[in-house]
């Protein structure tokens, strides 16, 4: 708690001031664009008004808050035009005969899920164990790898093997 | 590899690095997305379409947490419930073997992919039962139902299914098996099938579709390569088919008991209905088919207008 505002900052503060520039740059180039100033803003807002814990690499933190803002944002974006989309079909299949289905309709949950298991397993029981102990579990890439009794670059190429099948998986799901 | 692929690459690679807790180097990530505007874009397209399979699989968190353990399962974790599943495609060779066969259900309203082993996708429509046999992984058998078949062409060893006392050989092929009753027939939309190779052998090429009855001659016509196995993106088409058996292939697809009355049960409907919107509104089938539906208990009586 700092009562008393002329105190020097606080580890994160210092840490966000010292950083303010790096962390304008990352997010411009992350596609914030103009946005940057306002974004950085309100993410330090964010993240000053909550008690955190000792952070061991302050820096780390908020490269990654910023990233995860810009991911959050994405996504936003992409639902609302997802929403958008869903809204046109339903208008133009009213009569619900013709007008193909969209994918979001035809590839619902578990039919969703088969696929990107499916696609997983495909890759071997390594790729497959790696990819969901640590995206699903959400275990560590170097806990992963002594877990499994493999380097930590063999992870990544495990996970890059992973990501990159189920993004085909998309890919098919979104042509269909 | 093309710019694009290789830019797709690289988005990937990051994806996972910066996904981890301990990733540093930020400042290396900040130089690639600098180089091309592109660059963001893609890992975001990256992080989005991995972030969306993942949690397509996890159980919602309200379930998790709050229902008391007591309480029953209404919806089991898809996440499980694909575990499950893997677990018996995987395990078709060392567990699950009820003598000679393992045989595979589903219920109404439930699609089921199935890998076979060796390398043959099946994709199970609602209401359907296969059979594969314990010694041979080159053949399948539909005992009710539909099934699509992507069979892994071998041309000395070719893929054989078994439907309604016929045999349906594969040479190299994406095709459909649909059984009603004792008739079955077989849509082809890649390759060719051969319908009963050692008897009264009839081809089937894409484009084409068979029907064949017992002691009935063979029915060949022509479908769109792209409406065999359409059934999968929740859409059936009916051409000239019976209303009652139209009502059973909603019931098979929705899960949802329809049945056509006796007045219009033979009254020929031709069409293209999506499966999703009556599975929310059965009664919207009234005005899909130009007919009037009522409840009846469990069951969605279909009657004339």
């Known amino acids: 708690m700092r009562a008393n505002p002329s105190q020097p900052p606080d580890g994160l503060e210092a840490c966000y001031l010292a950083n303010r520039e790096r962390l304008l740059r990352f997010l411009r180039a992350r596609g914030a664009g103009e946005d940057a100033e306002d974004l950085l803003q309100e993410l330090w807002v964010r993240i000053s008004s909550k008690p955190t814990g000792p952070i061991a690499s302050p820096v780390s933190y908020l490269f990654r808050a910023a990233d995860l803002a810009m991911i959050d944002r994405f996504r936003s974006t992409q639902q609302a035009s997802k929403r958008e989309r869903a809204w046109a079909e339903t208008a133009s299949g009213a009569e619900g005969v013709s007008d193909a289905p969209s994918a979001e309709r035809i590839v619902t949950g578990r039919q969703y899920a088969l696929l990107a298991a499916a696609a997983l397993d495909a890759l071997g029981p390594r790729v497959a164990a790696v990819f969901r102990r640590h995206r699903i579990d959400g275990v560590p890439q170097r806990a992963v790898a002594e877990e499994f009794g493999v380097s930590l670059s063999t992870v990544e190429s495990d996970l890059r093997q992973a990501y990159r099948a189920l993004l085909t998986v998309k890919e098919r799901i979104d042509e269909a | 590899m093309t710019g694009d692929d290789r830019m797709h690459d690289d988005a990937i690679a990051w994806a996972v690095r910066t996904n981890d807790p301990a990733f540093e180097d930020w400042e290396g990530f900040t130089a690639w997305l600098e180089a091309d505007p592109a660059h963001a874009r893609a890992y975001d397209a990256v992080n989005a379409g991995v972030s969306e399979l993942v949690e397509a699989d996890l159980p919602p968190p309200a379930q998790n947490d709050f229902e008391p353990a007591s309480a029953p399962v209404r919806r089991p974790s898809r996440w499980l419930a694909v575990a499950a599943s893997v677990a018996l495609v995987a395990g078709f060779s060392y567990v699950g073997w009820r003598g000679q066969s393992q045989v595979i259900t589903t219920e109404a309203g439930e699609v089921r992919n199935i890998a076979l082993s060796d390398g043959t996708q099946v994709t199970l429509s609602g209401g359907s039962e296969l059979r594969l046999a314990r010694n041979d992984d080159r053949s399948a058998t539909l005992e009710r139902g539909q099934a699509l078949f992507t069979v892994r ?9 078994h439907a309604a006392g016929q045999q349906f050989v594969d040479a190299g092929t994406v095709f459909d098996v649909a059984l009603a009753g004792e008739a079955v027939t077989v849509a082809v939309s ?18 084409q579709q068979l029907r064949v009855a017992k002691r009935s001659a063979y029915r060949l016509s022509s479908i769109a390569t792209d409406r065999v196995g359409e059934w999968r993106e929740g859409r059936l088409t009916f051409d000239d088919a019976p209303l009652s058996f139209v009502a059973s ?3 098979r697809s929705t899960g949802i008991a329809f049945k056509a009355a006796p007045a219009v049960a033979s009254r020929p409907i031709s069409g ?5 919107p009556i599975r929310s509104d059965p009664a919207a089938v009234a005005d899909l088919l130009g007919v009037t539906v009522r409840r009846d208990g469990q069951q969605w009586i279909i009657d004339r207008p």
């Not at chain 2, 062409?153 to 299914?161: L, Q, R």
């Not at chain 2, 890649?190 to 484009?207: C, D």
């Open chain 2, 272 to 276: 293209s209905i999506l499966v999703s």
């Open chain 2, 153 to 161: 062409h071998d041309s000395a060893n070719p893929f054989v299914v």
């Open chain 2, 190 to 207: 890649e390759g060719l099938v051969v319908a009963n190779p050692k008897g009264r052998a009839q081809r089937i090429e894409p484009g």
């Open chain 2, 249 to 251: 292939e909603l019931t």
